[in-house]
């Protein structure tokens, strides 16, 4: 069996990019009998971003209510909270240990802040950066390996950390032995990069998502403020550069994507073209939205699974991670 394994961050509402980009194909894959579905909160990865105690909390309720809403098997997928294995943490450390620091100059996370100190004239180019933040990519590799996975479907701003997991295990492997699986990242081809309101890529941290479960009239009034060029109704119009239409294409058949840039070339619009937006994602998210609504009604059944799923996820992290321990020589003396 293929070991399937993402996670989500619990600093934010899920927006539709989580979805297309993570939820939506990894609960795909947890329906196949050949697949052994690993989902998780990444808590501790919240606090790098956000160190507020309320959010962090709230955001883990309604990521967890998310991922039963949409229908998730918990019975096949093992279901858990980041923070409830501790091996992981553990993991980390092992892993720290045989981690180059210059990969971790590399990452995209740290690069980027970086950057933005640079452009601005602050002179300590590092200033905000913790620790958390600078080896961020580590953390993510524990949770990968600790649970040996194949497949991590992510969307592709996450690419580079399973790069990175993939070289830091063979880097372990290489001095110890044979202990960790390489994973590979899955990418969908349609739900890579999802835009959002204002058309760069949907992010927490740019402000711009578009909340999977929102009520249907807020959902309406975020998918009109979606930002469009200022052609006229009648204008024939490039679905290709069109954030409308990318996000359409991102839950819509191939025959209904076809259907609609014919209707661009048709001059559709742009209202128009929110409204069949709007109605299309409106449709296919109510079930889901109608049992989300309940389950964040009923914190002590998600808890329950959560804990089930600890349950599940340390019978495999507590005895491996002993044999790494064993493996780089911290074991008993008799
Ligand atoms: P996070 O919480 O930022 O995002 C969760 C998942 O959603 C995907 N995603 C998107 N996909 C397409 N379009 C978008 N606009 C978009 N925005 C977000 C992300 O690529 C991700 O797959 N570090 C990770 C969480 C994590 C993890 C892991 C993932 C921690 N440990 C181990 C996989 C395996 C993160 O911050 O994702």
Not at 116 to 142: C, H, R, W
Request: hydrophobic share 40%; glycine share 6%.
């Amino acid at each position: 069996k293929a070991t399937v394994l993402t996670g989500i961050t619990t600093t934010g509402t899920p927006h539709l990019g989580n979805y297309v980009g993570a939820i939506r194909p990894a609960i795909a894959a947890s329906k196949n009998d050949n697949v052994a579905p690993f989902y998780f909160l990444a808590d501790y990865h919240a606090l790098i971003k956000c160190q507020e105690p309320d959010r962090v909390r709230q955001s883990s309720r309604e990521i967890a209510a998310t991922w039963l809403a949409l229908g998730l098997d918990t019975s096949n997928a093992v279901f858990y909270r980041q923070s409830d294995v501790p091996e992981i943490l553990e993991l980390t450390w092992i892993l720290t240990c045989v981690t180059a620091k210059g990969l971790m100059n590399r990452a995209h996370a740290y690069k980027a802040a970086v950057a933005e100190n640079e452009q601005g004239d602050e002179k300590d180019p590092d200033k905000g950066v913790t620790m958390g933040l600078f080896s961020y990519p580590i953390l993510m590799a524990a949770d990968i390996l600790m649970f040996k996975a194949d497949k991590v479907p992510v969307g592709r701003d996450q690419i580079q950390h399973i790069e990175m997991a993939r070289d830091i295990a063979a880097r372990f492997n290489h001095i110890y032995g044979e202990h960790f699986t390489l994973p590979e990242a899955v990418v969908e081809e349609h739900g890579a990069t999802l835009l959002g309101l204002d058309g760069r890529k949907m992010s927490k941290s740019y402000n711009n998502t578009i909340p999977l479960f929102e009520p249907e009239k807020k959902l309406r009034k975020l998918i009109n403020k979606i930002k469009t060029n200022s052609l006229e109704p009648g204008e024939p119009k490039d679905p290709d550069t069109c954030t409308l239409f990318s996000i359409y294409k991102a839950f819509a058949t191939q025959a209904e994507v076809a259907e609609i840039r014919q209707r661009y070339a048709d001059g559709i619009g742009w209202g128009e073209m929110k409204q069949v937006l709007f109605e299309y994602i409106n449709e296919h998210i109510a079930p889901a939205r109608e049992r989300y609504e309940a389950l964040m009604q009923a914190p002590d059944h998600i808890e329950q699974q959560l804990q089930e799923g600890a349950r599940k996820a340390r019978a495999i992290s507590v005895p491996f991670l002993k044999d790494l321990r064993e493996a780089v020589g911290i074991s008993r003396i008799a």
